[in-house]
T-cell receptor, first 115, second 118 residues
Framework: GENVEQHPSTLSVQEGDSAVIKCTYS??????FPWYKQELGKRPQLIID?????GEKKDQRIAVTLNKTAKHFSLHITETQPEDSAVYFC??????????????FGKGTLLTVNP | NAGVMQNPRHLVRRRGQEARLRCSPM?????VYWYRQLPEEGLKFMVY????????ESGMPKERFSAEFPKEGPSILRIQQVVRGDSAAYFC????????????????FGPGTRLTVL
């Protein structure tokens, strides 16, 4: 089955700096890669996703890049703010029966943005 | 549009008791997924259900665990004879999932049920 590795497990940055979280996946057939943000005690919330037919996607201060050859994808957060502090999870899934329903998650990165 | 609802939010059971976790998907969503999150771990897929059908239960333990999504009412994840190792947060997600339509398999998560087994 699919295996997703996520690094680093913890990341501390100063407000205004950029943060980068990296994930690798094992199954070259995976083609959907969402990122979720989970605040303490809260539900995971989708912040951005990318499909394998594109290499990069941006949404304001958040961007995700995908390298299919190397089987890795990264989350980039620019101009970080204290409210960006949370655990971030990457996930990968491959298309099964026409849909990407079976998400395999990384173990998460605890991001702390210091004021 | 109300999000995915789960109840109870917290559940305490003694070893050997049964735990019933409920999930109501977002309005218009007919596909439900259950995940388990152990402390300091990522979410692990357990089961995918459509109304009255289990589509994929490959992530669910073969014994003591069962799931259903009846025609009417919420999806239920049932754990019989709970053990301490079942203590975790259980998240439900839903999607509209119209096969072939991009983006319709995006999963929206509920707030989770935190199960503690004493």
């Amino acid at each position: 089955g699919e295996n997703v590795e996520q690094h680093p497990s913890t990341l501390s940055v100063q407000e205004g700096d950029s943060a980068v979280i990296k994930c690798t996946y094992s199954d070259s057939a995976s083609n959907y890669f969402p990122w979720y943000k989970q605040e303490l005690g809260k539900r995971p919330q989708l912040i951005i996703d990318i499909r394998s037919n594109v290499g990069e996607k941006k949404d304001q201060r958040i961007a995700v890049t995908l390298n299919k050859t190397a089987k890795h994808f990264s989350l980039h957060i620019t101009e970080t703010q204290p409210e960006d502090s949370a655990v971030y999870f990457c996930a990968a899934s491959l298309n099964s029966g026409g849909s990407n329903y079976k998400l395999t998650f990384g173990k998460g990165t605890l991001l702390t943005v210091n004021p | 549009n109300a999000g995915v609802m789960q109840n109870p939010r917290h559940l305490v059971r003694r070893r050997g008791q049964e735990a019933r976790l409920r999930c109501s998907p977002m309005k218009g969503h007919s596909h439900v997924y259950w995940y388990r999150q152990l402390p300091e771990e990522g979410l692990k897929f357990m089961v995918y259900l459509q109304k009255e059908n289990i589509i994929d239960e490959s992530g669910m333990p073969k014994e003591r665990f069962s799931a259903e999504f009846p025609k009417e009412g919420p999806s239920i994840l049932r754990i019989q004879q709970v053990v301490r190792g079942d203590s975790a947060a259980y998240f439900c997600a839903s999607s509209p999932l119209r096969t072939g339509r991009a983006g319709t398999d995006t999963q929206y998560f509920g707030p989770g049920t935190r199960l503690t087994v004493l």
